[in-house]
């Protein structure tokens, strides 16, 4: 069996800078520096065909890239007791519009709808139950904290390993979103064929 997600590597600067928020704190797992991403998109154990249609359906997401930024801390809480701690990603249009294409696509094949809503979040630390003071002690140390914006030109398939020491996760796949040819003002003047004279070399659009 697979364990994937989808998510959103980092670039080496900001995974180097997330590093860089570690603290001593008792029982704190940290994520590793090669490990933080931004999930979109958890699925859990699928058979080697069920991940070949995953891998597919998501070659046919086509999206824009986009920049992203970090600022600040949160945290997930359950009865009182932290979680994980994680850096926040600021609100992003781009960022849900290929979140939410990514959960069509992925509806489409079977996979089960996640029933959380979304909300970005880079995990930095994860905790079996550590106090919510403690924690907010740790984000006032660290804070502030800011990264970016930086340049997110891709979706990755990860496989995640279990392992005692912590997971590792593979990349399995890397879909590219799309550049900015599209946005480039000269591209975009000839992009109309149906204004372009392909018999003539030197044919300008009509406008
Ligand atoms: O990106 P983060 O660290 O928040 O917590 C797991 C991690 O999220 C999450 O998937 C990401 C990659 O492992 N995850 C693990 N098991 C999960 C589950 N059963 C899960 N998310 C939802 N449901």
């Given at each position: 069996m697979n364990r994937l997600f989808v998510a959103l590597a980092l670039p080496d600067h900001v995974r180097a800078a997330l590093s860089g928020l570690r603290r001593g704190f008792p029982g704190a797992r940290w994520v590793a520096e090669e490990n933080f991403h931004l999930t979109l998109r958890f699925i859990g154990e699928v058979d080697n065909r069920a991940m070949d249609d995953i891998a597919e359906e998501l070659d046919r997401v086509r999206e824009p890239g986009f920049d992203l930024e970090l600022d600040g801390f949160g945290s997930f809480e359950t009865k009182g007791k932290v979680r994980a701690l994680w850096a926040r990603i600021l609100a992003s249009e781009d960022l849900n519009h290929l979140q939410r294409k990514i959960d069509t696509a992925l509806d489409a094949v079977g996979v089960a709808r996640e029933t959380r809503r979304f909300k970005p979040h880079v995990t930095l630390a994860r905790f079996r139950d550590a106090p919510l003071d403690r924690v907010n002690e740790l984000i006032c140390e660290a804070s502030p904290f800011s990264a970016g914006p930086f340049p997110i030109g891709s979706f990755t398939l990860f496989r995640s390993f279990l392992h005692r020491d912590g997971p590792v996760y593979r990349p399995e796949m890397v879909y590219p979103l799309d550049g900015d040819a599209f946005s480039d003002p000269y591209f975009d003047e000839f992009r109309d064929d149906d204004e372009y004279?392909?018999?003539?070399?030197?044919a300008v659009p009509s406008h």
């Open positions: 004279d392909f018999q003539d070399e030197n």
